[in-house]
């Protein structure tokens, strides 16, 4: 227990620093490098959804909550707000064929398709004939829809992956080269439902999904969970090799009916085949746990409105994949670095109050979808209308100092003036945009808030922000390649913590958040949405 200790005696230090009357009490490294050594520790098994490690996590978040004196919010418990999740882990008994009139294909689950069900249902038996829906958008905004009303409930839905691509005339048609919502998989599997169809099957191609196959292959092969019942029967991926040698059987040209789907003329295409399913689940209930805390506002008026600052503590915990032993999956960079990050800001935002309340919120089961921070947006201890912004922390930078910080997403709202501004106070420029070619700014905690209407963005994210898009203040070329090198680390047992690491970068980022939240709690108004940003085009999709 050396590293909670180690902790437990940076937060008794009190650190009377001198600072900026508008920036923040300076956070300390100490206290960081303890949490961030202890919560990506064996100790924790990796902090998994629905596990002891991750049982764990919470009862030393919120010891430390209190260690450091974040006050309690009214309507949760303690420092807790309960989070009820359903999982269903797919059982190997499962069996899915598809039937043409030419031939028989019963896909090797793993290697050729992955799938599970997300209606809360132990049993799911059911046959169907399939329909192709194109990337399966519905896009008001964009004049595009590929359902074009017609009536798919109880149909197996075939989708690609991503968006309709920019052509010469459209150049920026769904954000151009960059990932939109509708786009993701998340999206696809919540319109499937909306459709109510029997299931849906996405088709997995590299430069679609732009990830590999064992990404969604190792996402279906342990327990998935959602906030309840309302999902689909069946939902997964389907190789895109496997699903041509389906379209072929069924007398159908894959290539050319995706071609087709490019066009706002594209119809569904019903497909000569049915798919016979029986699926086996086991499921069952788990309460999870937001972790969450609060520095009241100083200002008698202002303090009844808040900033908030977010960072999931979850990672994948303990997994087991097929044909290997069971290992623990740490996730320190993803994301002990955030949740050990909040800690050492929590503390110093305790003793420096600003204007506005600033809260402090951990949520859980973001590698599930993120869930733990959906479930607040829905059930909000804080009225969503008082809250002036999310800043949130994911996978942070933790090879150096550099000479600029990211703020990709704030550009949507008036949060990209104000970070403008903290950066110049701190010597640092803002790094250049790069295009968002895998949906980075729908992937982390704050876009739930973004969906809710209040502004955010995920501050300074060096693993996804795009290789080159940081100016490394040191051995740039080094620190740069180490950066990029821990892509392939990540989501696998090798994002571990190393004692070894320059904590600087990370600090720095901390450093930035933490008075980018004061310049907004301090200021005379609440940021707002630029005019046709994307909280007006999400939003509107959240609804459909």
């Known amino acids: 227990m050396r590293f909670a200790l180690t902790a437990i005696s940076s937060l008794a230090l009190h650190f009377a620093l001198p600072h900026h009357p508008t920036l923040a009490q300076q956070v300390q490294e100490a206290p960081l490098r303890a949490h961030l050594a202890f919560l990506s520790d064996d100790l924790l098994e990796g902090r998994g959804t629905g596990q002891r490690g991750g049982d764990l996590a919470v009862h030393y978040l919120e010891a430390q909550a209190a260690a450091m004196g974040l006050v309690q919010i009214p309507g949760a418990n303690g420092y807790r707000q309960t989070v009820t999740l359903l999982g269903s882990q797919t059982l190997n008994s499962s069996q899915l064929r598809f039937e043409t009139s030419k031939a028989s294909l019963s896909p090797a689950m793993g290697a050729e398709i992955v799938y599970g069900s997300s209606n809360g249902k132990a049993d799911n038996d059911f046959n169907a004939t399939l329909v192709f829906v194109g990337y399966g958008v519905r896009a008001p905004e964009e004049h595009w829809d590929d359902f074009k009303g017609i009536d798919l409930k109880g149909k197996l839905l075939i989708m690609m992956v991503n968006d309709p691509q920019p052509t010469v005339a459209e150049p920026n048609r769904f954000a151009g080269k960059a990932l939109t919502y509708y786009g993701r998989w998340t999206y696809k599997f919540e319109e499937a439902a909306r459709q109510g169809a029997a299931g849906v099957l996405l088709i997995h191609t590299l430069p679609s999904a732009s990830y590999a196959w064992n990404v969604p292959q190792t996402s279906f092969s342990h327990e998935r969970f959602s906030l309840g019942n309302n999902g689909n029967a069946l939902e997964g991926w389907i190789q895109e090799d496997t699903a041509k040698a389906l379209f072929t059987a069924a007398g159908q040209d894959l290539d050319a009916m995706r071609a087709q789907a490019e066009t706002r003329e594209f119809k569904p295409v019903a497909i000569d085949a049915r798919i016979h399913v029986t699926l086996r689940s086991t499921v069952r209930k788990v309460e999870q746990q937001n972790i969450i805390g609060m520095v009241p506002g100083k200002d008698a008026k202002l303090k009844h409105e808040a900033v908030l600052y977010s960072a999931h503590w979850d990672h994948l915990g303990i997994v087991q994949e097929p044909g290997k032993p069971a290992q623990i999956w740490n996730g320190a960079v993803d994301n002990a670095s955030g949740a050990a990050a909040l800690l050492a800001m929590a503390q110093a935002a305790v003793a420096h109050p600003a204007k506005r309340t600033q809260i402090f919120l951990w949520p859980a089961a973001e590698e599930q979808g993120l869930l733990g921070s959906a479930f607040y947006v829905q059930q909000p201890l804080w009225p969503l209308a008082k809250t002036a912004a999310d800043l949130n922390l994911d996978s942070m930078n933790f090879v150096g100092k550099t000479q600029d910080i990211g703020v990709a997403g704030s550009e949507h709202s008036s949060l990209f003036s104000s970070a403008t501004s ?75 913590y190393n004692p070894a690491w320059d904590l600087g970068g990370m600090l720095q980022q901390a450093q930035f958040t933490l008075n980018l939240g004061y310049a907004v709690a301090n200021d005379t108004a609440m940021p707002v949405w630029k005019k046709g940003g994307i909280y007006k085009r999400t939003a509107k999709r959240a609804a459909q």
């Open 422 to 496: 903290v950066a110049k106070k701190m010597g640092l420029r803002i790094a250049p945009p790069v295009a968002d070619l895998g949906g980075a700014f729908f992937r982390a905690d704050h876009f739930n808030f973004v969906r809710a209407g209040v502004p955010a963005f995920n501050v300074g994210s060096a693993v996804f922000s795009g290789d080159g898009s940081f100016a490394f203040d040191h051995d740039a070329e080094q620190e740069a390649a180490q950066m990029k090198a821990f892509k392939k680390d990540y989501h696998t047992p090798r994002d571990r």
